[in-house]
């Protein structure tokens, strides 16, 4: 596993210039590297399977008894917030020691090929997603705190194992939600500026907030975004150390712990305005904060979308925190006092899967809530949030026997992208064998819940579900589908 310090040059050194660009130089770096340390072979692999699907892994499998296996499919790039590109991102993964890598935007999937491209460089498995906002006003969670630190009614979904003949149908999907995220970040940045007046701070939109992302190709701009430009602001105006503290502990007058006060201290942190950042938006977004509206869409029709381009809908758990492991929270209830009701009405709903971070809750936590997703035949899938260089890649609680079953989840998303994926969107894409795949051709088949669905051999697909109604069975053809072993 390679240190913070070490992730963040590879996130300088490949997160510059145009997407070309970083895939050429990651080509010259694998080639440079060779067999010295295996990449070279791993990638000449790759070559023949862009989804990595057979790329060495540290295991045989969550049943098999073999060693741990790491994998993470919740990487954030430049395209939401993060100082990695997609490039980077798949090379800091494979030198971490992951199998499988996925990516997974706020708003957008702009770094998607970029990403599968780099994966298979490299040689790691990979899949495709994005997070996005939902309002949920008309379920019964109307009014609840549900997984959004900032707003009542609004929750997190993710949009896994997206085929990949759609990524370009879920980006313009995501474009009008885009837009208005942009128009609130400008006004958010508005309302910051009225707090800083007086302090000799101000924040351009254009020139401070929007240039630090990738906006103009595809990305988006988050509160992230505005809190990083004020960072680099302060950072420029009091210097690293005493001044950054005094000025935000006494003109801000934000709450610092200990370990916070100590971090802006530290002057000579490479990671200094990130370890800034976490501060600013555990404490000071709530005072600029403009609740979401247009660019979250309904939650039902997320769920429409999802089903409808064959991905698989899921909710991010949350859970009570008490203290956050990143930094970026305070202490907060969540979804955890009404869990149970929730979980039943996702299944209900015809929501594919839950996700969850084992290193961010609790182990009561995260019994719940593999008992319950289980007992409601929810897909479980991990990944680590990471849009930081201080976050670890990998989750070393995956090496414990409870969550062994987390890495053939990874490898089932995999299978699910070969199986649901094609080159033309009226031919079949689906490797001989796949369940159903003597249908043909099928565009519109509706899902369990009446859905339609453009992806008839994914993992809830009708066809899909007949031949293996088991979700456990289900999980273990896709993710042998995924490895390359069928």
């Known amino acids: 596993m390679k240190s913070y310090e070490e992730n963040y040059r590879i996130a300088l050194e490949f997160s510059q210039g145009s997407a070309e660009g970083r895939l050429e130089a990651l080509r010259r770096a694998v080639s440079a590297q060779g067999a010295q340390d295996g990449m070279g072979g791993a990638a000449a692999h790759s070559a023949q399977d862009s989804m990595g699907g057979a790329a060495a892994h540290s295991a045989q499998g969550s049943s098999g008894g073999a060693a741990a296996e790491f994998v993470n499919n919740h990487i954030h790039s430049i395209y939401s917030f993060s100082p990695y590109s997609p490039t980077a991102a798949a090379y800091a993964a494979k030198l971490n020691g992951l199998t499988t890598v996925g990516i997974m935007d706020h708003d957008s999937v702009a770094g998607a090929h970029e990403f599968l491209e780099a994966c298979g460089i490299v040689g790691i498995g990979a899949t495709v997603g994005f997070e996005c906002r939902v ?42 939600y885009r837009e ?57 105006a009091f210097g690293r150390g005493r001044g950054c503290l005094d000025f935000i502990s006494k003109q801000l007058a934000l709450p610092l712990g200990a370990n916070a006060a100590a971090a802006l201290l530290d002057a000579g942190d490479p990671l200094y305005e990130y370890r800034m950042l976490g501060t600013l938006k555990a404490h000071l977004v709530g005072r600029f904060y403009i609740d979401a509206g247009a660019e979250c869409p309904d ?43 929730l979980i039943a009405w996702l299944a209900r709903e015809g929501f594919n899967a839950v996700t969850y971070m084992p290193a961010r809750n609790s182990a009561g936590q995260l019994e719940r809530i593999m008992r319950l997703a289980g007992a409601a035949g929810l897909f479980q899938i991990s990944g680590e949030d990471i849009n930081a260089p201080f976050q670890p890649f990998v989750c070393e609680m995956l090496a414990k026997p409870a969550f062994r079953h987390l890495a053939d989840s990874a490898w089932a998303l995999i299978g699910h992208e070969k199986a649901a994926s094609r080159i033309q969107p009226d031919a079949p894409g689906q490797p001989a064998g796949t369940p159903g795949a003597q249908a043909g051709a099928s565009q519109g088949r509706a899902d369990k819940t009446g859905r339609l669905t453009d992806a008839p051999h994914g993992m809830f697909s009708p066809e899909t579900i007949k031949a293996w109604p088991g979700l456990e069975g289900r999980i273990g053809y896709f993710a042998k589908l995924g490895r390359g072993q069928i």
């Not at 549900?146 to 990949?164: E, R, T």
């Not at 089903?307 to 949350?318: E, F, K, N, T, V």
């Open 135 to 176: 309002d949920m006003g008309r379920t019964p969670f109307a009014g609840r705190r549900i997984n959004n630190p900032d707003q009542d009614s609004v929750a997190y979904m993710a949009c896994h194992g997206i085929p990949h003949h759609n990524i370009g149908k879920a980006q313009e999907w995501l474009r009008p």
């Open 180 to 236: 208005s995220r942009r128009l609130r970040s400008q006004l958010m940045t508005e309302r910051l500026n009225g707090l800083l007046s007086g302090t000799g701070l101000r924040l351009s939109f254009e020139g401070d907030v929007a240039a630090i992302s990738q906006a103009q190709g595809g990305g988006v701009i988050t509160e992230r975004h505005i809190l990083f430009a004020l960072a680099r602001q302060i950072v420029k």
């Open 299 to 341: 939650a039902f029709e997320f769920l429409e979308f999802a089903s409808a381009i064959g991905a698989i809908s899921a909710y991010p758990y949350l859970g009570d925190v008490a203290d956050s492991v990143t930094g970026d929270k305070t202490s907060a209830c969540f979804e955890d006092g009404y869990l149970d009701e």
